[in-house]
């Protein structure tokens, strides 16, 4: 019995974040660079921030919870998403249909809210904080709009202080406090789908016609059993000049037959065979 365990990855095959792969993901990274690249902005001195922990004057991370030692001498940032619904536009949420392959797309808008959780020692600041990022967030939605949501930073909520006992870890929570930020957001999200059997009766239908089943006739009842008899006529090639005719159009026959050959037509009972119809008059005159 082999001891490795099995691991799961990442697909190499998907981006880090996207709207198309990970859109919950993609929502949280780009709120985190919006308060990210608003305080970096901030001259030294003014919460700025920046990617060196070490160097930043504040914290911004989208980790589930803020560590105490990281956050005792600066304010903290922390974000978390709240419930999503998949938002009806119609009938069926039906976007679009192919009637040929029976493809169908549905379309939806996504809406949710983000909450920015500010957190610091000092009850003051962390609602300074707020204010200023959610001013922000309502003035430059656009910003955000470009980057691929739908709708964002209407109406945005500042709560009241409270203590942060959820955000920071172990006991010394109730030290700290918060105040969070509630911004709506909406996404728009498409999606198609391709019912499996349809593609296979497409490949049947191209299959059939390129290899045409064979004909095969039957003649008289059945015999015994529910098969009819089935008769396979294999045609030789007629003789040099087969329609050559005397005057009458007949053409004699050594073995005291009288044979007239007709033009080559189908076959009656295989339509694929052409053959070259011999009528057979015994005793006929003129021999």
């Not at 993901?25 to 001195?45: E, K, M, N, Y």
């Not at 980790?63 to 709240?82: A, M, S």
């Not at 910003?143 to 739908?150: C, D, R, S, T």
Request: hydrophobic share 35%; glycine share 6%; aromatic share 10%.
């Amino acid at each position: 019995m082999s001891a490795k365990i099995p691991e799961t990855r990442s697909s190499p095959k998907f981006p880090d974040s996207s709207f198309k792969y990970t859109p919950l993901r993609h929502v949280r990274v780009l709120f985190t660079r919006f308060c990210q690249g608003l305080f970096f902005g901030a001259p030294p001195g003014s919460y700025h921030w920046e990617p060196d922990a070490d160097k930043s004057e504040i914290i911004i991370t989208s980790e589930n919870k803020l560590d105490p030692e990281t956050i005792k001498q600066r304010p903290g940032l922390h974000f978390t998403r709240g419930p999503i619904v998949f938002y009806s536009l119609g009938i069926d949420d039906r976007a679009a249909l192919d009637m040929t392959t029976d493809q169908k797309e549905k379309g939806v808008l996504i809406p949710g809210t983000m909450t920015i959780n500010v957190v610091s020692r000092v009850m003051q600041e962390t609602e300074d904080l707020a204010w200023v990022v959610a001013e922000h967030i309502w003035l430059l939605r656009d910003l955000l709009m470009k980057a691929g949501f739908f709708d964002i930073g209407r109406q945005p909520q500042i709560g009241s202080p409270s203590p942060a006992g959820s955000i920071v870890t172990g006991d010394s929570g109730d030290e700290f406090y918060v105040t969070p930020v509630s911004v709506p957001w909406q996404f728009a999200r498409n999606s198609k789908f391709t019912p499996l059997g349809k593609q296979i009766v497409r490949h049947i239908e191209q299959q059939l016609s390129l290899n045409p089943l064979k004909k095969v006739g039957s003649l008289g009842p059945a015999f015994h059993t529910h098969e009819y008899p089935v008769q396979e006529v294999a045609t030789a090639p007629p003789s040099f000049a087969p329609l050559a005719s005397d005057a009458q159009g007949q053409t004699p026959d050594p073995a005291g037959t009288r044979q007239v050959f007709l033009p080559v037509q189908p076959h009656p009972l295989n339509p694929a065979v052409s053959v070259s119809v011999r009528t057979v008059r015994p005793f006929s005159s003129g021999q």
